[in-house]
């Protein structure tokens, strides 16, 4: 699995200099004809060059068409991402804060497993650089990708269930996305959340964007449900008698569709092996390899090829 990403696409408008270039070999090339025909000494030429007295440099208009080409690439800023095993990679990890994570099914709370799962993944993350983001109805960066992990733990302290309707995924996949931009490392995304919408602020469609703009950048998203179905919200009065629910589709086709893995979890401890055996191990992600350093290399050894060939092959006659 391959993808390939031009950090400047408007350079590849180029190569529509292609044709213009063969145009203008053949055009040159009959104009070189009418020349040879002219010449005072034709015998001469012939005894010199054999029977062939005008070649159609057909080698040439390749090797000059293969370095615009490479040229072309290389200011186009080529990123050839394949999906390849990884020792380390950067990730984010996006905690839903929504008032649903303050319910009980899961004890003593769905906030404080989310926060012991977030510090288990900052202690054990070897030397990944790692970024924390905190979503409800809006969301927050609390610290960009950073390697230390004392800062990071400070951090995780601090987040705190807030009381902001609505629990926008699709945003906290976007913002989570733009700060792995940078990397040149595997990039993912941790989202631990227990996909409830409890004002109904977000349609399918807006979740499908966050998946599309993760995907576009190569980013992974392995999802942690937490949670349980028709679970009362207590942080609303009894008379309301509503109940939170559970979406699991909703996370598992986050994670399906960018290529993560998805786990239910009621605990750490439930956590811990599933993610070492499914994530951690296998370490699969999207890395980068920048094509357009290769395509400057090529373009000077084709170039250095020509210059060698013109001056004994195709060297023309004086």
């Known amino acids: 699995m391959f993808n390939l990403t031009f950090e400047n696409p408007l350079y590849l408008l180029c190569l529509f200099l292609i044709p213009a270039l063969i ?5 040159l090339l009959k104009h070189s ?12 030429l012939k005894g010199v060059t054999g029977d062939k007295l005008i070649t159609k440099n057909i080698w040439l208009l390749v090797l000059r068409t293969l370095i615009l080409i490479c040229v072309i690439v290389a200011a186009s800023g080529l990123v050839v991402w394949h999906k390849t095993d990884v ?35 900052i202690n054990n993350s070897g030397y990944s650089n790692i970024g924390i983001v905190s979503f409800s109805g809006i969301t927050f960066i609390d610290a960009i990708p950073i390697s230390n992990k ?31 931009l940078d990397s040149d490392k595997c ?29 576009s950048n190569n980013v992974i998203v ?21 109940s939170i629910d559970y ?23 439930e956590f811990m092996n599933p993610y070492l055996e499914n994530i951690n191990e296998t370490h699969k992600g999207m890395v980068p390899f920048e094509a357009n350093r290769l395509a400057i290399v090529l373009a000077l050894l084709l170039l250095f090829t020509e ?5 004994t092959r195709f060297r023309k006659i004086p």
């Open 87 to 121: 020792n380390e990679n950067d990730f984010i990890i996006a905690i839903d804060i929504s008032p649903s994570m303050s319910a009980e099914d899961v004890l003593p709370n769905r906030m404080s497993v989310a926060k012991q799962i977030s510090g288990w993944l």
């Open 33 to 44: 004809e009418g020349k040879a025909i002219r010449f005072a000494n034709f015998e001469s």
């Open 307 to 311: 210059w060698i060939l013109v001056n």
């Open 187 to 215: 990039r993912s995304i941790i989202l631990i959340s227990d996909g409830s919408e409890t004002t109904s602020a977000f349609v399918s469609e807006g979740i499908q964007e966050g998946i599309n703009y993760a995907k």
């Open 150 to 180: 004392n800062t990071l733990n400070k951090v995780l302290n601090n987040i705190r269930v807030k009381q902001i309707g609505g629990t926008d995924i699709s945003g906290a996949l976007i913002t989570s996305t733009n700060l792995l």
């Open 247 to 269: 979406d699991k589709e909703v996370l598992l086709e986050i994670s399906n569709s960018t290529g993560g893995i998805h786990l239910d979890i009621k605990s750490l401890d």
């Open 222 to 242: 392995h999802t942690i449900g937490l949670g349980s179905e028709n679970v009362i919200a207590k942080y609303l009065p009894e008379k309301y008698n509503l």
């Open 23 to 27: 145009f203008i070999h053949f055009y």
